[in-house]
Every structure is written in C-alpha cells, then in structure tokens.
C-alpha cells in the first residue's frame, strides 16, 4: 500500500515529568521522567504502533499528546497548529478530531449512564448537532460496532467486556475524529474476543479514514494492527520504524531481546532467547548515558556516559544506539 | 518412614464437578465433569479463556473451594494414590505446602505484606518441615539463592513492596519449593509480568521443575507460554475438556472448532495473517450453559446433533482425545479439515 506522506501528528521533543515529593515538607526532591524528549511524526491514515514494558512511558505519552496531561516541555503540532501550549478551552475544540480509547472496559464507562447517553455525551458538550440528529447518530454508530440499536437503553454492566469495548469505541467515534488513540485497547479481553475487536478497529478505519496510535505491550497485536512500530523504554524512542523492518530486522538490543522474549504458539519454534538481565530501572533515577546500557549485552564505555540520539538507517528505521553510529 | 505405595500417576482426577450455589436457586457448574492426570516430572498445561473453569479446577485440587457457595459435588482427586477429597482440613494443610505447592498470578496479593519475605519462607519450613527458625532462616537464604537472588541475605529482611513483581515472582517460587513438593501449581504466573520477565519466571519454573524432580500443573490462558514449556496440554471450555493432546501434537494438528478458533484469533509475530479469525459471541456463564455442545451456539460447524446432546471427550487417536461430534466414528463423515488451513497466510517481506 502506497502511503501518503501527509503529516497529520508532530510530536517534537515532547516531555512530560512527574515531580516526586518527599521530606515533612513535601518538597520536590526529584523528577519521574516518564517521557523524555520524544520526537515522532505520524502520518494520514497509518497505525502507529507504540510498544515497551510496563514503565517506558508508552501510555504518558499518549495522554500528553492529547493533553489528558499537561507537557512539561515540546510541541505537539496537529494539522499544522501547536496544540501543546493552548489553553485548555481552546483545546475542546480540537478534541473533536482526537479521541481516545482505554484498556480498562470496566473503569472507562460510567456505570450509571446508558449507552445511548455515553456515547451521546460528546456531541452534547460539543454542541454541534440537534436532538434528533444525536440519537439517530446513536444508532448508527452501535450498527457500525456491531451492537443492535436496543442496546442504547442498557446500562454498562449488561454487556461483557468485549461489547463494553465496542461502546467505548463507538463513543471516540462520534465526534468523528480523524486521529484515535488506543491505549492497550484489547489487552483485558480474551482472545477470541481480542480478535473481533482489532478486526473492528481495522473495519472502522478503513470506513471512517482514520489514523491511530495503537499503544500496548503485546507485540503480536501490535504487529498485527500497525504500519509502523516504535520501541519505547524508560521514556525514550529506542527504535521506530516500518513494522517489517522493526520486526525482521531489528537494530536496538532492547527490541532484539524484546522480540525473542515472545513466546510463540508453536511448539517447533522453541527459540533462542536473548536474555535480558535484571528488571527496568526505575524511571526516577534512570542510568546514565543510554538508559538500557544496565542490562544491554553489547553494552560498552561509550554507553555509559554519552545518550545515542535517533538515528536514520534506512527505509525509515531509526535507532537511538551507539553500535550504529561509528561503535565505541 | 511410612512407605508410599507409588502409584502410576503423580495426580489423578477422576469425574470432579464443582459447582457453585447461587441466590435463587440457580447452580453454576464451573467445573463438570473433568478427569485427567498428571505424571511423574510432567508438565500439564490447563488451558481457556476466563470463565472456562480453568481455575476453578485447580483451586479444586487444593481443595481452597470456598464453602459455600462452592461445592465439590462429584468425583475423586487421588495425590499419589491417597485421596484428598475425604481428608481433614488439618490432614489437607499438610498436603498443601508440602506435597503442593502453588504458585499465583499476582505475587503482590499472595504474598503478605506485612511480613519479611524470610520469615514467610521460614514460616512454612518451621510448620511443614519441623525446622528450628535458625535451620529455617539458612534454608531460606539458600533457597532464594536458587531462584537467583545474588542478595539473598538482605532479600530476607525486605518486605514484599520492596521487590518488583518479577522478584516477588521469584520469591514466590522460592516459597512454594521450600518444602520439597511433588506437584507444582502454576495459575497464571507470569501474566502480571512484562515478556523480558515473563521468560526468565518460565525458564525458573523449568530449573525448578527438574532441580526437585516435581510435576507442573499450568494454568494459562496464553498459548505461547504453553508452547514454550508443556508437554502435554488440555483445552477448557464451559467446566469441559473439549480436547487434550500432547504438546506438539496440539499445536501442529489441533482439531476442535474451539481450540483452531483460538489459535487463528492470535496474531502470529512470525509470520502475518491479513484478517484474523475470531470466533463470535462470548463464554456463556457457568449458570446458563447450552444444551447439547456447550460450544455450539459459537461454533461454525455446528450441526444438528451438536445442539441435541453433548460429546463425549473421545480418542481421535492413541494421543489425541476431542469431545466433538465432527470426530466421533459415527458423526461427521470422513473427518474434518481443521481451521487453520483457511487461514491465508502472507509471509512480509
């Protein structure tokens, strides 16, 4: 498939800090770096897939980007308009065209509203379409999700995750936005279920021309759903690039190991695994230099000291490792 | 020393049901009917999605049923060849820790978090093994040097929140070997945990396995970590066995609609699928199963019979046993071709 080089995203050195206080005077004695200087671009129509271990700040940098979270340094540019710094009313009306879907089905839809109502809210406060108009839009959007039209008088806690999933999507649609984010938007449902859901959010994106940035830990779902992939760890991009590429060719350590870590449903291909010692280190006191020079095997002097910025390898890939850039 | 008879199989189960009792008089069948064993130093893996009865199963064989609601209504559960059914809770206690010991998905819950992690592994060593808590705290120290802790003598003055969930994995491992088990259960262990250390827990429970000569039941709903450590492998679903297979066997021919539906839902990072399978509806509760195949109302190749009676759990061949009426001698005609030869697979450049 062709793509169309059309920017829809920039992010450009994005930041976002969490201060940690402590002492009687509950001071700010240090800073949780939970996006550090990120730069990715995201263009018309793709999936970007974000993948990265619990703690690499994949699901901040989704909500700083859709400033769910306030950024501590950077820019994110949408359509060509610096949507980083405005005020928070203003931010509304952007929010038509950037809509969110979460992981947690049972957390993320309030128990007390209908169905109709929650997917109804945000063309209320978005107030841009009469009564009738809303709830015919109600129903059409259940249809597209595959939900009969009754189910809009029903309350969350009759339907089971995978159709709670399905309102959720349903509810990011009816603004229709141009750019969604899923953050881990089938890693609580079954896998029968997982199924039909990405194969909805695939539907839906051909229809309603959609872009997304697919973010989650499975790297198989991500596989599946992206165009292109970037590896996060400890708030840094440590490879992105086409999935192909990412995939079968892998250059980051991290997404070498990280990919042999996989277990793969089949018995004949047992691999060989790169094992990674040691766990992430904390992000409040991340390790000098290349952050994953601690549990890195090529790991050398040069990493300890110097952080390796992303760097072009062709087709696309680019990688944030010294072994690309001249060795130690 | 008493001298244990050796029976065939390490665990047998023969025919357990356990069902739950509900408000209006409802009974939700969560396990119903399952038999299966699990031999000397073999890895079974019990494998479903939730709501499959999967670790209902498994709370069964160490008899931590809550009653009520539950109830083992049915069956036998032979450990070694002595029953455990009709056991004491004092006689059970014993068995539990002992001759099993078990391991669960999240270590933060199961483990107690206001005790040092030494003095839970002393604990049970000073219940079970009649250990002084000198002799007890050395034997802790040694065994979390075995789960690969290099500072094992400070680990055992540390609380549980101060581990990450990896190392509280491992502490956890180190607990359920103290005593020395015969069988190891595994439910979920390592969901909870990123991939990087989800393979080094596997790989642990593998040393483990070998090191003190146990057996492992695995509870997963993951196919991948199926493949990577069991060897023989039984599919759940509705409180049923609906096939059971050795591993590989499993994974290169697998023959219920079920369990080809699985596996064609998962995307493979190997190789590339354009449009994954799935298998419409949801698991029905264990309250309002269907009659007949409790598979049928989801199954593409349901047919009449299917929604009239149940199957049985009936040998396809000498390692491969399937409760499906598409295999039974007398019901689908000259077999059935399996799922996954529909899936068009496109290899990425």
Known sequence: MEQTKEKLLEVRNLKKYFPVKGGILQRTIGHVKAVDDVSIDIYKGETLGIVGESGSGKSTLGRTILRLLDPTDGNVIFEGNDISSIRQGKMRQYRQDMQMVFQDPFASLNPRMSVGEIIEEPMLVQRTMGRKERKEKVVDLLRKVGLPPEAREKYPHEFSGGQRQRIGIARALSMNPKFVIGDEPVSALDVSVQSQVLNLMEDLQDEFDLTYLFIAHDLSVVKHISDRVGVMYLGRMAEIGPKERIYNNPLHPYTKALLSSVPVPDVKRRREKIKLKGELPSPSNPPTGCTFHTRCPEAHARCKTERPELVHQGDGQYVACHLYTGGA | ?349
Do not use: W
């Open chain 2, 1 to 349: 020393m008493r001298v244990l008879q050796r029976s065939e199989h390490l665990l047998e189960v023969k025919d357990l049901k356990t069902y739950f009792h509900m408000e209006g008089g409802r009974t939700a069948k969560a396990v119903d009917g399952v038999s299966f064993h699990i031999d000397r130093g073999e890895t079974l893996a019990l494998v479903g999605e939730s709501g499959s009865g999967k670790s209902i199963t498994s709370l069964s064989v160490m008899r931590l049923i809550p009653q009520p609601p539950g109830d083992i209504v049915d069956g036998s559960i032979k450990l070694d060849g002595k029953e455990l059914l009709t056991l004491s809770d004092r006689e059970m206690r014993k068995v539990r820790g002992n001759d099993i010991g078990m391991i669960f998905q999240e270590p933060m819950t199961s483990l107690n978090p206001v005790f040092t992690i030494g003095n839970q592994i002393a604990e049970t060593l000073i219940k079970h093994k009649k250990m002084t808590k000198k002799q007890a705290y050395a034997k802790a120290v040694e065994l979390l040097r075995v789960v690969g802790f290099a500072r094992a003598e400070e680990i055992i003055h540390e609380y549980p929140h101060q581990l990450s969930g990896g190392m509280r994995q491992r502490a956890m491992i180190a607990i359920a070997m103290s005593c020395d088990p015969k069988l190891l259960i595994a439910d979920e262990p390592t969901t909870a945990l990123d991939v990087t250390i989800q393979a080094q827990i596997l790989d642990l429970m593998v040393e483990m396995k070998e090191k003190f000569d146990s057996s492992i039941l695995l509870i997963t709903h993951d196919l991948g970590v199926v493949a990577e450590v069991a060897d023989r492998v039984m599919v759940m679903y509705g409180g049923q066995i609906v096939e059971e297979a050795k591993a590989e066997e499993l994974f290169t021919n697998p023959k219920h609609p079920y369990t080809t539906g699985l596996m064609g839902s998962i995307p493979n990072i190997d190789g590339e699928v354009e449009r994954l399978e799935s298998i419409p509806g949801t698991v029905p509760p264990a309250h309002r199963f269907p009659e007949g195949c409790r598979f049928a109302p989801r199954c593409k190749h349901v047919m009449e019979q299917c929604t009239q009676s149940n199957p049985e759990l009936s040998e396809v061949n000498r390692k491969h046993k399937v409760r499906c009426y598409l295999y039974e001698p007398a019901g689908g005609e000259g077999g059935h071709q399996n799922g996954t030869d529909e899936r068009k697979t496109v290899r990425s450049t």
